[in-house]
Structure formats: C-alpha cells, structure tokens
C-alpha cells in the first residue's frame, strides 16, 4: 500500500492510523485482512501452468508497461512491516505496473528479476497489489527490498516466473521493461475507458486510509481511468489532487462524424486512497482517444516534479 504510487500519501495515513489507538476493533480487523490478501513473499516460482500465451483477447501483449525506482533506502520501516510488506521497511519501494489485471495468487516476489546499471541482481523481498485494489486497478505492484542505489540504479525488470493475468488466459514470464530512474519524475504511463459494470457511480470512499476510492458523481456519462507510473499529491506535502488537477487535464475527443475536441473531465474521482489511479469523469459520450496533464503540479514522494505527460487510449 506504499508505493511511489501514492508512496507520501498512504505512508501518511497508515501512520497515523497505526499510532493513533483510537481506531475501533473492527475497523483495525479489516485492516488486518485487507494486508494478508494483497501482500505476497515467495522466493521462487510457485505457479505450476500450462498456460504460455502473452496475446491477450484485446490484442495487446501480456507486458510490463511500466517500472519505477520510486524511493532509494526510504520505504518507513514500522507502517511498511506491519500493514503492506513484512521485511520491506528501510528499503527500496519500485512500483511495476502490468499490460493487463494480474492474478496475486500467481504473483510472487521471486518471479522478478532486478537488474542494476553495473549488473548486480537482488531479490524482491515482498510484494503487495495494494492500495491499487478497485474494480479494474489490479495492475500495478510494489516491489519492496533493496534493488540498487542512486549511485547503481535499477535498470531492467524482467518477469521470470509463471505470471498469470486476473482472466488466466496470458503468462507474463518473459516479460521485461527498462527502469524510470529515481530522480524522474511521474508520468502516465496507461490510460482506459472504464467499463460501465465498474462505474459504481455515487459510491463513496471506504474508512480506510488505502483502497476504495470514492465513484463518479451519478450523472457521468463516460469514465476513463489514468494510471500514473508513480505516487502522486500535491507539491509539498501529502494532499492528493482535487478540483485544481481537475481542470488541468485536458481529454481528446472525437465526435463519429466530427473533428476533435478537447474536454476537461466535470469531476475528478478515486481520490484519498492512496493509489496511482485517478478517474476522470466526463459529460460525453464522444470516444476518447488520449490524455493530457501539463508539467509542474504533481510530485511523487521525493518531490520530484511530473512533467508534461500524454497517454494514448488502446484502440
């Protein structure tokens, strides 16, 4: 649930939810169970399949679309052993994001191969989905251990075991993608229209300080969910973005018929839930074919700066 995929802003509230004492017993059980679900710690290779397939029934390859040296030594130890990856705190936090939704039970720390500039390798020590856990989101992992250093970066990731995506119909082994260096800043890295089955619309948060963000506002039209490469919140400090961000994202669109557009979503959703997903919630039904989001107004948890970022949609 820490991730430089919202890294600041869960550590944050995990926090001070776990040194408060004022949580109820209920509420500290669901936590509970919300870890043991999401968090994996194999060190090799469990998942025994037949299945070799990496062209999905969209089209699109089983791949990695993304991997991020988020936080160099910097993972806090006391909320990163106890509620998102045991033996992770103290270390290196690297978000990998998937070409399609991955089955956690086929997911395991030793199916990953880390590969530094000067050739070193290290093992995965754990791994967690969270707080990336809504309808659609379960593409993104936080890797936690000790992967390289600023003056050694992280350069490869490949996928070496048997990896399975949440349909069972690919395998990721196989799958490899270079490393976003630790002084980049974040960029969208995958952009979909949501289906409406998953809109929800109207539905709020959950009480917990990660996963299960708040719906589009009943009225919506269309949803496209952005998935950014690492965590981001406002310059600063943990605040996630609100109604400035909204306005700052600029959708194309393409009327049947008509010459495109560019829209700014009327709302701005799965907000305060620790992820690296946001929804942008529109008022038309025209296809949208890609994203914009200007430089300057987001930072992962080291303060660096996103650039201008673009992201196509799948066609």
């Not at 990731?157 to 630790?182: C, M, Q, W, Y």
């Not at 289906?195 to 709020?204: T, V």
């Not at 039209?221 to 909204?246: I, L």
Request: hydrophobic residues 35%; contains cysteine; negative net charge.
């Amino acid at each position: 649930m820490l991730m430089k995929i919202c890294l600041r802003t869960s550590i944050t509230l995990i926090g001070a939810v776990l040194l408060s004492g004022c949580e109820s017993l209920s509420r500290a059980s669901a936590m509970a169970q919300y870890k043991r679900t999401l968090d994996t710690y194999a060190q090799a290779d469990t998942t025994a399949t037949q299945i070799t397939n990496v062209k999905h029934a969209d089209g699109r390859n089983a791949a990695l679309i993304s991997a991020f040296f988020g936080l160099d030594n910097a993972l806090p130890k006391r909320p990163t052993d106890r509620v998102a990856c045991k033996g992770g705190g103290g270390g290196d936090g690297m978000p990998v994001i998937f070409s399609h939704e991955v089955d956690i039970k086929t997911l395991e720390p030793g199916d990953f191969k880390i590969t530094t500039a000067s050739g070193a390798t290290n093992p995965v020590t754990c791994l967690t989905l969270a707080p990336a856990d809504d309808p659609g989101e379960l593409r993104t992992a936080l890797l936690a251990g000790f992967f390289g250093s600023a003056a050694d970066q992280p350069v490869t990731v490949e996928i070496t075991g048997n990896v399975l995506s949440l349909d069972g119909s690919v395998n990721f082994r196989g799958a490899k993608v270079a490393v976003t260096p630790l002084e980049a800043g974040p960029t969208m890295v995958w952009a979909e229209v949501v289906p409406e089955a998953q809109w929800e619309l109207g539905r709020k948060a959950t009480r917990l300080p990660w996963g299960g963000g708040e719906r589009c506002p009943v009225g919506t039209k269309q949803v496209v969910r952005v998935t950014w490469n690492g965590g981001v919140t406002k310059p600063a400090g943990p605040d996630p973005a609100d109604d400035k961000e909204r306005q700052l994202y600029k959708i194309t669109t393409t009327p049947s018929g008509g010459a495109s557009a560019l829209v700014t979503p009327f709302a701005l959703a799965d907000l305060n839930d620790g992820d690296n997903n946001h929804l942008l919630c529109l008022d038309t039904t025209d296809a949208v074919t890609s994203v914009f989001f200007p430089e300057g107004y987001l930072t992962d948890p080291r303060e660096d700066v996103n650039p201008d970022t673009t992201i196509s949609l799948p066609r």
